[in-house]
C-alpha cells in the first residue's frame, strides 16, 4: 500500500511542478517605432523570462512578417541570467515595407509543452515622403536654335578629306611594294584575361560612359551597378553574390568593416539605394547616381588585390643554383 501511496504522491508532485512552470513563463512582443517612412527599417523583438529547466519554442518566421512587410534581418536568440533560477531569451527581427499602410501585427504563439503562450497584437504605420510641390516650378522645353552653315569650314574638311585619302593611297602602294610581297610569319597571340579587378573597371567605366541614369532608365543603371558589383565579389573573394540578397550579401561580408570599413560602407550604400530604386520605385536626385558610382569605384579600388613584385636583387635559391651548374656541367 505504501508503495501504490508513493507512486500517487510522485505523480501529482509532477502535475503541480508542470503547473508552476507554466505560470512562470512570460512573452512579450515589442516595436521600436510605430511610424517608419517607406524603405526604412524597424526592429520587432521578442522576449520570453522563464525558468532555465524550460524549454519554450519560439514562432518560426519566414522572410515574409505578413503580407507587405518583410524580414530583413533576424539576430540569434540571447540569453541573459535573471538570477532565481530564471533566465530571459531575446530575439530581434529587422523588418521593412515598400508599400504606405497601417499594418497589423498579430499575436505570436510560444509554445511549453501542451501550455501556449501568446503575446500582445502591435501595430505601425508605413508613410511616404512628403514633397514640396509649391518650391518645385515646371519650366518648358526650349526650341533648337541652328547656327549659321560655315561654307569655309566646310571646304576645309573636304580638302582635309582628300589629303588623307591621296596618303592613304600613296602608302598603300608602298605597303602592298615593299612588305606584302613578302611572307609574314603568323604569331597567335595568347587571349589575355581579366583579373576581377580590371574586370570590374571596364565594367564600371562602360557604366559611367553610358549614363543612362539621364534618360530615366534609374532601375536598369543600378542594376548594372550591383552586378558589376557582385561579379568583382564572386571572382575577388570566391562569395556567390550574384545569388544572394542584398542583406545576405552585406551578411556575407560584414568582415570587411575591420580590413576595409570605408568599402563596406560604399556597398552598403549602393546596395540600399539600388533596392529602393527596384522594388519602391524610388527615384533619385542625379548627384545621387553619380555619387552610387562613385562608391562602387571607391570599393573595388579600396578591396583590389595587390600585386606582389620580386624584388630585383632576389637571392637565387639553392635548387636554382644546382640547377644552373649541372646545365653547365652537361655542356662542357
Not at 189 to 196: D, G
Not at 257 to 273: F, R
Request: charged share 20%.
Amino acid at each position: 500500500m505504501r508503495t501504490i501511496r508513493h507512486i500517487f504522491l510522485f505523480i501529482v508532485a509532477i502535475f503541480i511542478a508542470q503547473g508552476v512552470f507554466s505560470q512562470n513563463v512570460s512573452v512579450k512582443a515589442s516595436i521600436d517605432s510605430t511610424l517608419i517612412l517607406i524603405g526604412k527599417q524597424s526592429h520587432l523583438t521578442f522576449e520570453v523570462a522563464q525558468p532555465k529547466n524550460v524549454n519554450v519554442l519560439f514562432p518560426v518566421i519566414t522572410d515574409t512578417l505578413i503580407n507587405g512587410v518583410d524580414v530583413v534581418a533576424r539576430t540569434k536568440p540571447d540569453t541573459t541570467d535573471l538570477g532565481h533560477g530564471r533566465i530571459q531569451v531575446r530575439q530581434v527581427y529587422t523588418i521593412t515595407s515598400f508599400d504606405t499602410a497601417l499594418y497589423y501585427i498579430p499575436p505570436y504563439d510560444f509554445i511549453n509543452g501542451k501550455d501556449t503562450f501568446k503575446t500582445t497584437p502591435l501595430g505601425f504605420k508605413v508613410l511616404t515622403y512628403s514633397i514640396d510641390t509649391t518650391r518645385q516650378s515646371i519650366f518648358d522645353i526650349k526650341h533648337i536654335i541652328m547656327p549659321p552653315f560655315d561654307w569655309i569650314h566646310l571646304w576645309e574638311i573636304v580638302f582635309l578629306i582628300l589629303l588623307i585619302l591621296l596618303l592613304l593611297i600613296l602608302g598603300g602602294y608602298y605597303l602592298w611594294k615593299r612588305v606584302l610581297k613578302k611572307p609574314i610569319p603568323f604569331i597567335k597571340v595568347p587571349e589575355r584575361i581579366l583579373s576581377p579587378y580590371e574586370a570590374a573597371i571596364e565594367a564600371l567605366n562602360e557604366i559611367s560612359h553610358k549614363k543612362i541614369w539621364q534618360q530615366g532608365r534609374e532601375k536598369e543603371y543600378y542594376t548594372q551597378l550591383t552586378d558589376a558589383l557582385r561579379n568583382y565579389i564572386e571572382g575577388r573573394f570566391n562569395i556567390p553574390a550574384l545569388e544572394m540578397t542584398s542583406s545576405d550579401l552585406l551578411d556575407e561580408t560584414k568582415y570587411f568593416q575591420k580590413e576595409y570599413p570605408a568599402a563596406y560602407d560604399s556597398l552598403k550604400k549602393v546596395l540600399q539605394v539600388s533596392d529602393l530604386v527596384k522594388f519602391a520605385k524610388w527615384h533619385p536626385m542625379p548627384d545621387e547616381n553619380e555619387l552610387s558610382l562613385n562608391l562602387c569605384y571607391l570599393f573595388v579600388n579600396q578591396t583590389k588585390e595587390e600585386e606582389v613584385v620580386p624584388p630585383e636583387n632576389a637571392p637565387v635559391l639553392s635548387g636554382e643554383k644546382q640547377t644552373d651548374n649541372h646545365q653547365s656541367d652537361k655542356s662542357n
